[in-house]
């Protein structure tokens, strides 16, 4: 079975504080997300990944950076974390794209900045 | 910015009915894809459906296209009480096919 795990389901961290979301998928994916998603606002992209050392910027990047240094494992890092981004984050990866649209997602990791 | 747009955010029926909800969209597609997520957990591939594309079934799932008028709808027949969960359809445009998601359509569906 097709897995994509995130590191922590809950976690909540002191406002200024740095924070590391981890994702791992195991099915060799080449593309990978990060969304968040808020209530009455469905699903946003914050970054997502073509493949390793590669790194694009979705709608929403302010406040938050990405690292791909392995094919699995794509973290969001918050450098200094706000109240603002209190939020439900999901990961997700893909193969490529002109094979098939379909995502695979993580389990969500739902962070409250205090 | 969203791209598409689920109608209606909310849906309550009774077990045995049918559940449908719409999708409507801005910009040519190149597929549009149906998510489902149970409250608190992420989000599982329903049916993708490609821009040429009009209906596909998935057991008791039908989605259409209708690209003229740039909508989709998802049709669930004779509901459980486990199909209670938030709906999201996402269609992807151009070369990058980045998948944009709608705010969802939330169905609770009563036993």
């Known amino acids: 079975d097709v897995k994509v795990t995130q590191s922590s389901r809950y976690l909540v961290k002191r406002t200024g504080e740095k924070v590391f979301l981890e994702c791992v998928q195991d099915m060799d994916h080449e593309n990978m997300f990060w969304y968040r998603q808020d209530p009455g606002l469905g699903l946003r992209l914050i970054y997502f990944s073509y493949d390793v050392k590669m790194k694009e910027k979705g709608d929403i990047p302010e406040g938050y950076s990405v690292s791909r240094e392995k094919k699995e494992r794509f973290s969001l890092i918050l450098e200094s974390a706000s109240t603002n981004q209190t939020s439900m984050y999901l990961c997700?990866?893909?193969?490529?794209?002109?094979?098939?649209?379909?995502?695979?997602f993580g389990e969500g990791s739902r962070l409250t900045v205090l | 910015s969203q791209q598409g747009e689920e109608d209606p955010q909310a849906l309550s029926i009774q077990e045995g009915e049918n559940a449908t909800m719409n999708c409507s969209y801005k910009?040519?597609?190149?597929?549009l894809q149906w998510y489902r997520q149970n409250s608190g957990r992420g989000l599982v591939h329903l049916i993708l459906?490609?821009?040429?594309?009009r209906e596909k079934h998935s057991g008791r799932l039908r989605v259409t296209l209708d690209t003229s008028k740039k909508s989709s709808s998802l049709l669930i027949t004779a509901s459980r009480a486990a199909d209670t969960a938030s709906y999201f359809c996402?269609?992807?445009?151009?070369?990058?096919?980045?998948?944009?998601f709608g705010r969802g359509t939330s169905l609770i569906v009563h036993p």
């Open positions: 459906i490609r821009s040429n594309e």
């Open positions: 910009t040519s597609i190149n597929n």
């Open positions: 996402a269609t992807d445009t151009g070369g990058s096919y980045i998948p944009t």
């Open positions: 997700a990866s893909r193969q490529l794209a002109e094979e098939t649209g379909e995502l695979f």
